[in-house]
């Protein structure tokens, strides 16, 4: 296809995104899902630094800004904080599950939003927001309760 033409098809798609993300409510669930995932990684990640670190492994700052969710490290720093845990909650929030929208893990769901925005992303975060929030609400009452 022609640059100038594949262009044309790019810009299409990114006005219907911005279209469908004028509606207050889309962008409110669509906004907040997002807001509320990585302010969860994050609070992981600051675990998971205080982990790694505690078993004498001292991080760089670039280490610190590159790390990666994995089940198996997050079950550990869980363990190693003595945080107890309900398996299928771990997976259906960071697993590696990258089967389709509505299966996905959430983190694989924040992934396609965020590296390949497109309606079946879209229309899977509205469908599946009051799961997604459930499982988010019961990750962190491990740790607020």
Not at 27 to 47: C, D, M, P, Q, T
Not at 107 to 113: F, N, Q, S, V, Y
Not at 130 to 145: A, E, P, V
């Amino acid at each position: 296809m022609k640059k100038m033409h594949q262009l044309t098809f790019y810009k299409a798609n990114f006005k219907q995104y911005r279209f469908i993300l004028e509606d207050a409510d889309i962008r409110g669930k669509v906004s907040a899902f997002l807001l509320r995932y990585v302010s969860i990684e994050a609070f992981y990640k600051k675990l998971l630094i205080a982990y790694k670190e505690k078993e004498g492994k001292k991080l760089s700052e670039q280490e610190k800004n590159n790390l990666r969710v994995t089940i198996s490290e997050l079950k550990k720093t869980l363990s190693f904080f003595e945080i107890k845990y309900d398996d299928a909650l771990v997976e259906r929030i960071f697993g590696s599950s990258n089967q389709s929208y509505q299966e996905c893990s959430i983190k694989k769901l924040r992934d396609r939003l965020v590296h390949n925005v497109n309606e079946n992303a879209l229309c899977a975060v509205l469908e599946r927001y009051d799961s997604i929030n459930s499982d988010l609400d019961s990750f962190l009452k491990l740790f607020f309760t």
